[in-house]
């Protein structure tokens, strides 16, 4: 019997952050789509989840067990409890998180107290959206831009941060061996 050392690869690589009413329709959907086809195992809540589902227990889940987390910021991103809810939790787990401009600059986002939200919620908020920001990302513009050049271009960067992620991680698995 041939002993293969091979290690499991999560449920989720890649969790896809993003404003449903916005995105889901067509970014978010093409991106999810693109990845699947590569045999990467993106994770997007209208596609991984089923009705029954607790939403947090399995977002929180598949931001906990991703490798990189994609957000796909957009002019109604900020009004989602939700979608910050996720870029906070991805931040603070340390997450790469490439982010994808859509329809909005950075400088656009900015994280609204509408009084219905515990301030250690709105700080984290914050936080986390500043961090993205200040993080090198994909502007794109859904009137003039190309769909499938700003997939692509996602994709390529993901593919390339995952690779380095694995070797990092196959690295540490090597060295706690030593």
């Known amino acids: 019997m041939q002993y293969c050392n ?7 690589e890649v969790f896809i952050n993003h404003r449903g009413i916005d995105t889901k329709r067509t970014i978010a959907t093409l991106l999810y789509d ?12 209208n596609k991984n989840m089923k009705p029954g589902d607790k939403l947090f227990d399995n977002i929180d889940s598949a931001i906990m067990g991703c490798k990189i987390g994609v957000a796909v910021l957009s002019p109604r991103y900020c009004e989602s409890y939700f979608c910050l809810h996720e870029l906070a939790l991805l931040m603070e787990s340390k997450k790469k998180v490439i982010p994808i401009f859509c329809d909005i600059k950075p ?3 900015c994280v609204v107290n509408n009084g219905l939200c515990p301030e250690k919620d709105i700080k984290r908020f914050k936080w986390a959206l500043e961090e993205a920001k200040y993080t090198v990302g994909l502007p794109f513009d859904s009137i003039k831009g190309n769909w499938t050049e700003v997939v ?3 994709s390529d960067i993901i593919i390339k941060s995952l690779i380095e992620i ?3 991680e196959r690295m540490q698995r090597l060295l706690g061996r030593l």
Not at 34 to 45: C, G, V
């Open 6 to 12: 091979k290690v499991a690869r999560p449920a989720c």
């Open 166 to 168: 694995n070797k990092e």
């Open 107 to 109: 400088s656009q986002l």
């Open 152 to 154: 692509t271009s996602a």
């Open 34 to 45: 693109y990845l699947w086809r590569h045999n990467l195992r993106p994770f997007l809540d």
